[in-house]
């Protein structure tokens, strides 16, 4: 008995190569004017003037804002904070969390629209770039030329400004930290110290790196804020949205036509939203990740819409439930300050006003107690035992302190030889060694609860500061 075999079907044996990460595409983001536009220049200029400007600022004779890390303390303005003073630092961080929850829940991105330095950076990196280059298609031109003398001597031109700017850029970040003044000598010396000199390559770098190449991959595949704010959007979260029940059907057709016989939307699908986009992204598929909320593609939109004589607004501020439900303006804006964010509201109001009385009642002075390890409590006659402290006083304002020091707690304690003001210089702190003897008949063995009161002394403003610490009798 025989059986006929099955013909078996051809297997392909060529192999696949599949790509694992798409191959970037380079955008050259069209330039737009509009109302948007304006917003974000306007934040660009505010943003650097800060920057560039603050360092150069003076306050009673030193930098107005200086984070001084050798010294240990951070000058801002008439403020002078020390490490003890890290409660400050962390309340801004909670401020700075909420802010960014408040606003995203209101409106989106708006701080990667208008003022990221991300976004800002690449805005001005990009502004030279048509500066120099032309415009989007002259960009598009150039780059696809072939090598010559004219190409050579723009894209030379470009990264000799773009790598000074990102230089400036970070001289200024490293003038935070060492006086700018200071700063500028040594590097006008060639003397700048080692660590000057990398901070100020170092952040340079990264700025020319980032807005000059990586612009909206930074935005897209590094920033962790693109990954994580859709769990801060809701459905009345105002968005950048394209309004596809007017715009669709989309189509080309001539101006002045009645493309409603046709039977076309008002989007006449001339892609202005995608030339301008910064990331590249088509905003009539609906919100994606990418979408930075910087709003040019709604300044693009308006001014296709105003010379067609349609309605602006076809992309636009909105929120799903507006787009769905077909809400007006005034509905949707009610809708907006809804419950979530009033209670974000008024949690941040209340740490902000909270942190504002507790800094402007923060007393200019601070005391540490420490006893004396190595010296042990010791017999200074029969009826006396004595123990020895260091106190260090820190004068946080900036102008010189005199101090007088008491202590109390236990029966006759006092600090042994004659009381003299303590001197204090201004913005600094002093360490003084002090011996403290106390009668044995009103303590007992073990740790004793004393306290050191330290007063100010020919002082117009008068000031008490108080420091518990302990008296050992063995």
Not at 69 to 96: E, M
């Amino acid at each position: 008995m025989t059986t006929s075999a099955k013909p078996r079907l051809a297997v392909a044996t060529e192999p696949v190569e599949q790509a694992l990460y798409e191959i970037r595409r380079k955008i050259y983001p069209r330039a737009m004017t509009g109302r948007f536009a304006v917003w974000r220049w306007f934040f660009v200029w505010a943003t650097q003037l800060v920057f560039y400007g603050l360092p150069w600022l003076t306050w009673n004779g030193r930098q107005a804002v200086l984070f001084d890390l050798a010294s240990r303390k951070f000058y801002i303005f008439g403020l002078v904070f020390w490490p003890q003073d890290v409660i400050y630092l962390t309340v801004l961080l909670i401020i700075s969390a909420y802010s960014l929850f408040l606003f995203t829940a209101v409106a989106g991105r708006l701080w990667c629209g208008y003022a990221c330095p991300q976004t800002v950076y690449t805005e001005i990196f990009m502004w030279i770039e048509r500066a120099i280059e032309g415009e989007r298609l002259k960009r598009m031109k150039l780059d696809q030329s072939p090598l010559s003398a004219r190409k050579v001597g723009l894209k030379a031109a470009k990264h000799g400004v773009w790598i000074a700017v990102a230089l400036w850029t970070g001289f200024t970040f490293v003038g935070y930290f060492t006086p700018i003044g200071t700063l500028g000598a040594e590097a006008w010396s060639f003397s700048l110290g080692p660590w000057e000199t990398f901070w100020v390559l170092f952040y340079g770098f990264a700025t020319y790196g980032n807005a000059g190449f990586m612009r909206e991959q930074v935005c897209k595949y590094m920033c962790p804020y693109a990954r994580f704010q859709g769990v801060m959007f809701d459905q009345d979260t105002l968005v950048i949205t394209y309004d596809g029940d007017r715009g669709e059907p989309r189509g080309a057709r001539a101006r002045g036509a009645d493309y409603k016989v046709q039977g076309l939307g008002d989007c006449v699908d001339c892609d202005i939203c995608v030339q301008v986009c910064p990331t590249g992204i088509d905003i009539r598929d609906g919100l994606q990740y990418e979408c930075i909320g910087c709003a040019a593609c709604i300044d693009g939109c308006n001014q296709v819409m105003g010379k067609m004589g349609y309605p602006k607004g076809l992309i636009r501020y909105s929120t799903e439930n507006a787009l769905k439900k077909h809400y007006t303006a005034a509905q949707t804006l009610k809708r907006v300050f809804r419950p979530r964010v009033l209670v974000y509201t008024a949690i941040l109001w209340s740490i902000i006003i909270v942190a504002g009385l507790t800094l402007y009642q923060r007393v200019p002075v601070k005391v540490d107690v420490i006893r004396d390890r190595i010296t042990t409590a010791a017999d200074a006659d029969q009826d006396k035992v004595e123990n020895v402290y260091r106190l260090q006083i820190m004068n946080t304002s900036e102008k010189p302190r005199r101090f007088l020091v008491t202590v109390g707690g236990l029966e006759g304690i006092e600090i042994e030889g004659e009381s003299h003001p303590i001197e204090v210089g201004p913005a600094s702190s002093r360490m003084v060694p002090l011996r403290v003897e106390a009668s044995r008949r009103g303590a007992r063995k073990g740790a004793n609860a004393i306290v050191f009161t330290v007063q100010t002394s020919g002082d117009e403003e008068a000031i008490t500061v108080t420091e518990k610490a302990s008296f050992i009798v063995q």
